[in-house]
């Protein structure tokens, strides 16, 4: 069975400040995605960033970028220069190609001023 | 590009009542999936299909809870009877191609239901 844990429930940063959220995984297949999704309080669930496992290089959109150790089965999700809207949930999840994606239970993130 | 559109926003109703939620998605995209989302948790498959094809329903409670996904475009999720336990946001969601690189799931608003 495929899992995603995602270890820290909460956790705040101050604006403009780095913050780093953590998900580790666990699946046996060997293709497979890696997504980190925002969930805000308007329910609306929009995509992050996304990291092919065949891929080495790390993703990166602006000011999100990834760390992707495919032997750990660690995706770790950092955020810089962090903004007043980047308060959300955030969920970590997996899938192979044309499946269901599996969610980790989420991060809450609140950025203050 | 119009996103994926979901209704109602919002559905309260009595345990034992049925309820029905829609869900278009965006134009063009084969595959569909509705996921069930619990407080405070991440959100589970239902059901996927493609086009209008059942590829994956192993969590769908079939006893209560049905689906599906006319002539491949619109699709409707419905509850009958509905449960306490049903209390959740049910989130559609559709990509372009099952399986190939552009397979990214792009999600609706969601409809939060409460039952009491």
């Known amino acids: 069975a495929q899992t995603v844990t995602q270890s820290q429930p909460e956790m705040s940063v101050q604006e403009a400040e780095t913050v780093t959220l953590s998900c580790t995984y666990d699946?046996?297949?060997?293709?497979?995605?890696l997504f980190w999704y925002k969930q805000p309080p308007s329910r609306q669930m929009i995509l992050v960033i996304r990291?092919?496992?065949?891929?080495?290089q790390n993703a990166t959109e602006n000011r999100f970028s990834v760390n992707f150790q495919k032997a750990a089965k660690s995706f770790s999700l950092k955020i810089s220069d962090s903004q007043l809207g980047d308060t959300a949930m955030y969920f970590c999840a997996l899938n192979q190609a044309g499946t269901a994606l599996i969610f980790g239970k989420g991060t809450t993130l609140s950025v203050s001023s | 590009e119009a996103g994926v559109a979901q209704s109602p926003r919002y559905k309260i109703i009595e345990k034992r009542q049925s309820v029905a939620f829609w869900c278009n998605p965006i134009?063009?995209?084969?595959?569909l999936y509705w996921y069930q989302q619990i407080l405070g948790q991440g959100p589970k498959l239902l059901i996927q299909?493609?086009?209008?094809?059942?590829?994956?329903d192993s969590q769908l409670p079939k006893d209560r809870f049905s689906a599906e996904r006319l002539k491949g475009v619109d699709s409707t999720l419905k509850i009958q009877p509905a449960k306490l336990e049903d209390s959740a946001v049910y989130l559609c969601?559709?990509?372009?191609?099952?399986?190939?690189?552009?397979?990214?799931?792009?999600f609706g608003p969601g409809t939060r239901l409460t039952v009491l």
């Open positions: 134009s063009g995209h084969a595959t």
């Open positions: 969601a559709s990509s372009l191609l099952a399986g190939g690189p552009s397979d990214t799931q792009y």
């Open positions: 699946t046996s297949e060997n293709n497979y995605y």
């Open positions: 299909f493609q086009n209008n094809g059942v590829v994956d």
């Open positions: 990291q092919e496992a065949y891929k080495q």
